[in-house]
């Protein structure tokens, strides 16, 4: 059985040692060792071991069904509740009063003029409130994120940062008291460019004494050095002299907002127990409700956290946000309380893609052996480092593994600037880095003469492979060894060549103003935090035969109440109609880290299968008492226990009156967690084919064609339209999506400056699923939700490239940019070809 | 103010600030499917009718909608009689966090009504307006055509 099966499934290749240096993060690990557990008989007794592997039934009936979401009608019907779609009598609601500079000093701040108005009930500045220095991350603790940030402080460190808590009757009486705020500041200078930030005599942004980060990592607040992560693999300069060319670029991925069409709100309330109750949009309860607890320096106790329905997060809401400034406000007062982001404030104050300085360099042979590479990565956090160490760490460990080569160096740093806030963003880190080796492969197939595919083909890693990076860089600690147990790229990239029609289609540019290009990238993520993340189910029977499903797991519309409905159904033997499934609820729902880190299909999907065989077994055992048959006799299909032979049949109905009401009554339900073991990446491969306009620039993105390996996709339909949403979100942040500053201020935070893509602008856009076997997920199943944002910036800029043969490095491609970088390459090819490349470098 | 104006079908006699935004009026009155995404007539969330047209109600005050008629999301269907276009939302997985669908429903309502035969661009055309950051809108293009062809066959359900 499953639960037995140690660690020798999942390691098949010795990998080579990494040497990851000097500022290594120590494991932490105090508790009793996961991964090859040598532990005392009696300890391993009392805690229950997450199996390594899951069973893998010989059919299917309720997973890898396109069935319906369980939450789907009420969703059209706009029946399901959001944070917002609740009243509550005697409502305060709250405005956080932003900063309009950078990088300032609060000299002095009189709030006596703004109290005076009409409905104002309170006012907070950083002299009412504790000053607590903590990270807003919702990550689990104690967190690889620096404790840089204060419910409010005396300091503002980029335009939009808290300076006061407004709360009033009315929002617009709320918006009028932050106008009628005085505040006189010390304007200090401020740093925007990451680089300059490292620098010796930069401004300082987090001068004050009391950041620190709470895990033993490095930290240089005096340097504006939030982190840093290096680590090496063979010898890179060694690859470098056996290359035959040598290549190296940076790129500029840059800023980026989540956007969900929710943004973020917090309701407050104090129940009739007199405990704080949050309902909030987030994807973590269970570390909102921490962090919140923290901050407001009360106990874990006193707080309640209620995730309803999430109108979207993509990382956005992994985030503590509002939590606090509700809790402060409802205590204070004790009155209910509301804060909910303005679309400006959501671009501005809340979180965002960490833009990144890429820097790869590669050596490759000739016969397309990648002898080594090189990842150099500097990671804007802008004003604190939310996310500010495993952004970074994620860049190499999620990219770097994708080819085979003896010799990989990573090095990157996290730096603080007086610009927007990073944080967690679907792909996280990946998204930026894999921009920049992927535009490499394609120059380096180019410089050596190979196709591009075929390049990524020989190299790329296969099924019994290992990388030494996923040892090597972990999330604030050693990362875990695993070799790759189910990888369907080989046929991502096949089956998308025959959609996009490659073979006829590259290479035909045409002639006049317009030029066709293809291009394409391969991509890789993982699947949860191995040896890290937690997940949680409780399941009970009804009377009906029906079963209660509480989840710590956060669902935020990705359809995770559904997958995990379908597996809990598959292990019981009942409908997946048959769940009530009900998520999140810190004091109903048992824990689970939350939404993030491709995790949750992945994890609570393991937690689930646990859970529901307890219970499965509890019916067996009801059934056969009732049917006077044997344990082992008894097999359940479709919601009936059979007995020997099938002559006696009990309905699960039957089971649960017999055993709540008839005879050894007990309340058939169960508990259970898992901890994954691994992290097996989803593989894709992505194509784009594009027109260029080569009078304008302007870039028409024809075709997109995306295939991605998740293993087993729990519900096809889902996960589908998991692919397409993150198509399109990766598509518009390629094309169109950003942010323009003038000293620190984003300009355009409204959806009308800030282009997002709508269904007008869309490609001839197809996805397919490509269907492997992951042993160590639940019913082979890996995750699906972030890889598929990836892959537009460099399957875009390839086909870019394979048009007009520009190398654009600074997303997104806009006409401008696009016609800029022709213009050069034309007046480069008339004055002298200048290779970017050592081309020809012989060993 | 009064205004005097029918909800999905309902008369309803409501004292408000002239000054008020509609959605806001909508959602004290209830009708919470109506989303607030943008609060600049951007994103398509607070989609509703009025007079048989969809308009973002995030930038209609109340006092322009009196003795109109408006449809939201609620009006259309319910969980347990849902609009063919509601259904065809569910089935063909078009809803994922949903909170854009109530104004994208109403959008392609709209269409509908005026076009029941429409091309793929017809509704891209209808839907461009309603802003989706999960679902790269594949399967609710195909949602609503599926929807037209139910309708025009007169298969049995709310119309």
Partial sequence: MANTTKKETVKKAAPKKATTTAKKPAVKKTGAPKAAPKTKAAVESAIPESPLVFERPEKFEQVKHSLEKVDALGLVCGTQKYVGDIDLPNLLHVKVLGSPHAHARIKSINTNDALKLPGVVAIYTYKDVPRVPRTTAGQGWPEPSPYDTYLLDSKVRFVGDRVAIVAAETIEQAEEACKKIKVEYEVLEAVFDPEKAMEKGAPVIHDEKDAYVPIPIFYDKSRNHASHVETKVGDVEKGYKQADVVLEKKFYPHYAQHCPIEPHICIAWLDENDRLVLRTSTQVPFHARRITAQTLQIPIKKIRVIKPRVGGAFGAKQEVLLEDICGLVTLRTRRPCKLALTRSEEFMSSRTRHPMVVKIKMGAKKDGTITALSMRIISNTGAYGSHALTVLSNCGSKVLPLYRTDNIEFVGDTVYTNLPVGGAYRGYGATQACFGTESLMDDMAEAIGMDPIKFRQMNHIVEGESSPIFKALGEGREGVDMAIGSCGLAECITKGMKIIDWQKKYGKKGTGTKRRGLGMCCLMQGSSIPEIDMGSVFIKMNEDGSFNMLLGATDLGTGSDTVMAQIAAETLGCKHTDMIVYSSDTDMTPFDVGAYASSTTYLTGGAVITTAKKVRDQIISVAALKMGEKIEDITIADGICYGKGKKNKVSFSDVSKYSLYENKQFQIGAIGSHISHASPPPFAAHFAEVEVDTETGEVKLLSYVAGVDCGTAINPQLADGQTQGACMNGISFALTEEYIFDNGKMLNSTFGNYKIWGTKDMPNLQTFLVDTYENTGPYGAKSVSEISINGALPAIGNAIKNAVGVRLTQPPFTAEKVLKAMKELKSAKVEAPKATAKKGKKK | ?159
Avoid: W
């Fill in chain 2, 1 to 159: 103010m009064k205004l005097n104006v029918k909800i999905n079908g309902k008369k309803f006699d409501l004292e408000v600030n002239p000054n008020a935004m509609l959605i806001d009026v909508l959602r004290d009155a209830g009708f919470k499917s109506v989303k607030n995404g943008c609060s600049e007539g951007s994103c398509g969330a607070c989609a509703v009718m009025i007079d048989g047209r969809p308009k973002n109600s995030c930038i209609i005050l109340a006092g322009q909608v009196q003795n109109s008629e408006i449809l939201t999301a609620e009006g259309l269907g319910n969980p347990e009689t849902p609009h063919i276009l509601q259904r065809s939302f569910v089935d063909h997985g078009s809803t994922q966090c949903g909170y854009c669908n109530p104004g994208s429903l109403i959008s392609v309502k709209a269409l509908l009504d005026k076009n029941p035969k429409p091309t793929e661009a017809d509704v891209k055309d209808a839907l461009d307006g309603n802003l989706c950051r999960c679902t790269g809108y594949v399967k609710r293009i195909e949602a609503v055509l599926d929807a037209a062809k139910i309708i025009q066959k007169g298969t049995k359900g709310k119309k």
